[in-house]
């Protein structure tokens, strides 16, 4: 029987499109090759407020009582105390949980566009002002999908470069050490 995991993004309108192909990679990549990834769409969060909102997490959950493992996975947006924050958010769900369920969670660095960025690097970019720029979608993933002419394509960009973000996923991971973390968890709740 496959294992299910429903990850959790603070907006699934143009987050799905990295997410999914991103997280099913990391799955497979640690041996859950069958592993089904779904991006949460109902209800469609618009926000981090809303995505780390409890009573709304609450929800998910119960909503969802077939999934194996919930993973949250927000921006973290240059704020020290976001990792502290879905933490602790997941750490209180853990009193909805049936038995075989698990929440996680974990942000990416700094935005999810920062792992499209990372299978994609443009010459003469360095990694290291990718990952520490707190606005990496508007200074970086921007401009590679206008260089790359990607603007009017599904996500704005996202489906095509999230894709391939997957096929490149053991390169990514290394570029991109939360994505390791993310394995641990996705580990952990699939185990």
């Given at each position: 029987?496959?294992?299910?995991?429903?990850?959790?993004?603070?907006?699934?309108?143009?987050?799905?499109?990295?997410?999914?192909?991103?997280?099913?990679?990391?799955?497979?990549?640690?041996?859950?090759?069958?592993?089904?990834?779904?991006?949460?769409?109902?209800?469609?969060?618009?926000g981090v407020s809303q995505a780390l909102d409890p009573e709304l997490l609450?929800?998910?959950?119960?909503?969802?009582?077939?999934?194996?493992?919930?993973?949250?996975?927000?921006?973290?947006?240059?704020?020290?105390?976001?990792?502290?924050?879905?933490?602790?958010?997941?750490?209180?769900?853990?009193?909805?949980?049936?038995?075989?369920?698990?929440?996680?969670?974990?942000?990416?660095?700094?935005?999810?566009?920062?792992?499209?960025?990372?299978?994609?690097?443009?010459?003469?970019?360095?990694?290291?002002?990718?990952?520490?720029?707190?606005?990496?979608?508007?200074?970086?993933?921007?401009?590679?999908?206008?260089?790359?002419?990607?603007?009017?394509?599904?996500?704005?960009?996202?489906?095509?470069?999230?894709?391939?973000?997957?096929k490149k996923y053991s390169s990514i991971r290394k570029r991109c050490v939360?994505?390791?973390?993310?394995?641990?968890?996705?580990?952990?709740?699939?185990?």
């Amino acid at each position: 029987m496959s294992k299910r995991v429903l990850v959790i993004p603070e907006d699934p309108t143009l987050d799905q499109y990295v997410l999914q192909p991103v997280i099913a990679a990391a799955c497979r990549h640690i041996g859950f090759e069958h592993a089904r990834v779904r991006v949460l769409t109902d209800p469609a969060f618009k926000g981090v407020s809303q995505a780390l909102d409890p009573e709304l997490l609450q929800e998910v959950v119960e909503r969802y009582p077939m999934v194996d493992l919930f993973l949250l996975c927000v921006d973290r947006d240059g704020l020290v105390g976001r990792d502290e924050s879905v933490a602790e958010k997941c750490e209180r769900m853990d009193a909805y949980l049936k038995p075989g369920q698990t929440f996680a969670g974990r942000t990416a660095e700094q935005e999810l566009e920062v792992w499209c960025v990372a299978a994609s690097l443009p010459k003469g970019w360095k990694m290291a002002d990718v990952r520490a720029e707190p606005h990496s979608k508007e200074r970086f993933f921007e401009p590679l999908v206008s260089s790359l002419k990607l603007d009017d394509s599904p996500g704005a960009g996202r489906e095509i470069l999230g894709r391939k973000a997957a096929k490149k996923y053991s390169s990514i991971r290394k570029r991109c050490v939360e994505l390791q973390d993310i394995e641990g968890l996705i580990s952990s709740g699939l185990a």
